[in-house]
């Protein structure tokens, strides 16, 4: 039965590669309400990567954002809706992440990203 090291040992070492993850702290001002991110520790993530047509769908707020590419990460990696990925010089926004299961295994997590 398949396992995740079965994503991590193929898919992540035939075709991974390196990006970089920032984690991203949110604060809300006061006054205004705005809601402002600001950099935490980036990190350096082995993932598979892919670019897709641009997919809507709705953040929490109600607002409709697209979805411009997609990683395929470890199940064990960490990773939070509103993290900032850094791929060639482009800048991402993980939108979502998703568990994905084969016959009851976790074998890798699905990460929605959209261009900033």
């Given amino acids: 039965m398949p396992t995740n090291k079965d994503f991590n040992n193929a898919a992540l070492n ?3 590669k390196v990006v970089v993850r920032t984690p991203q702290v949110s604060s809300i001002d006061n006054d205004t309400g705005q809601e402002t991110f600001s950099d935490g520790s980036p990190e350096n ?3 598979v990567f892919e670019n897709t047509e641009p997919t809507p769908t709705q953040d929490p707020e ?4 697209f979805i411009e590419a997609r990683m395929f990460i470890k199940s ?6 509103d993290d900032k990925i850094t791929r060639n010089g482009i800048d ?10 084969f016959a009851e295994n976790t074998m890798f997590n699905r990460v929605d990203l959209m261009r900033i």
């Fill in 14 to 16: 035939n075709l991974g």
């Fill in 45 to 47: 993530v082995i993932v």
């Fill in 62 to 65: 109600g607002r409709t954002v």
């Fill in 76 to 81: 064990d990696q960490t990773m939070i809706v």
């Fill in 92 to 101: 991402y926004r993980v939108l979502g992440v998703h568990v994905r299961d």
